[in-house]
């Protein structure tokens, strides 16, 4: 059974650009959570999706947003990119959303 | 402003011997817990869970002990190997319409040495 896989692994983005990362579930998990990961913050909690709505959302500014597709699959968009954007994102698949939880490799973005 | 780095507990154990990584938590509504392993350039790796009707679950060499009346979690490794060096995590989530939302610990760095 396939893990959850997250394209591409890393970018490379300039202060002000906008980038799109996407998320793959496990086959029949239909909540995908994404994550930002700082050393400075740790694991920060961004959005919930479960069958293409988002359930629940974190305490991150309105440029970060996301979506999900009718297969499950997400992605998340981050806007006016600014430095401290610079991160590793994961996302993270579920069945319901309150059972275990499974990462992927997650994207590393880097913002120059 | 200028971000400060987390400076993340450290556990150093030879190979052989048994470790204990502990996890505290603020939130009474928590429910649902996970321990979570992390290698360098990876995305977090399921351990275990556990969820708040039970104080103790056991898997493959690992144990998670939940004590809900001081909010305190543990995870014991069994016969630890060089392959368990890693950043370990706890990660919380309270019930009602917290969906998909862990709150993660700041981590505890394992070091095995051979």
């Known amino acids: 059974k396939a893990g959850v896989t997250q394209t591409p692994r890393y970018l490379i983005k300039t202060r002000g650009q906008q980038v799109t990362l996407s998320c793959s579930p496990i086959?029949?998990?239909?909540?995908v959570s994404w994550y930002q990961q700082t050393p400075g913050q740790g694991l920060q909690f961004l959005f919930e999706?479960?069958?293409?709505?988002?359930?629940n959302k974190g305490n991150f500014p309105g440029r970060f947003s996301g979506r999900q597709f009718s297969n499950s699959r997400s992605e998340m968009n981050v806007s006016t990119l600014e430095l401290g954007d610079s991160a590793l994102y994961l996302c993270?698949?579920?069945?319901?959303?309150?059972?275990?939880?499974?990462f992927g490799q997650g994207t590393r973005l880097t913002v120059v | 402003g200028e971000s400060v780095g987390l400076h993340l507990p450290t556990l150093s154990v030879q190979e052989g011997d048994n470790s204990i990584i502990n996890c505290a938590y603020s939130?009474?509504?928590?429910?649902?817990f996970i321990w979570y392993k992390q290698e360098s350039g990876k995305g977090p790796q399921f351990i275990i869970d556990?969820?708040?009707?039970?104080d103790k679950r056991q898997g493959q060499r690992v144990t998670v002990l939940l004590n809900k009346t001081v909010k305190h979690l543990s995870l014991q490794i069994a016969a630890t190997q060089p392959g368990d060096s890693a950043v370990y995590f706890c990660?919380?989530?309270?019930?009602?319409?917290?969906?998909?939302?862990?709150?993660f610990g700041q981590g505890t760095i394992l070091t095995v040495h051979p």
């Open positions: 939130n009474s509504a928590s429910d649902y």
């Open positions: 999706y479960f069958s293409e709505t988002q359930r």
């Open positions: 993270a698949s579920s069945l319901t959303g309150d059972t275990e939880a499974f």
């Open positions: 990660a919380e989530k309270s019930g009602g319409t917290s969906y998909g939302k862990l709150t």
């Open positions: 086959s029949g998990h239909r909540s």
């Open positions: 556990i969820r708040s009707n039970m």
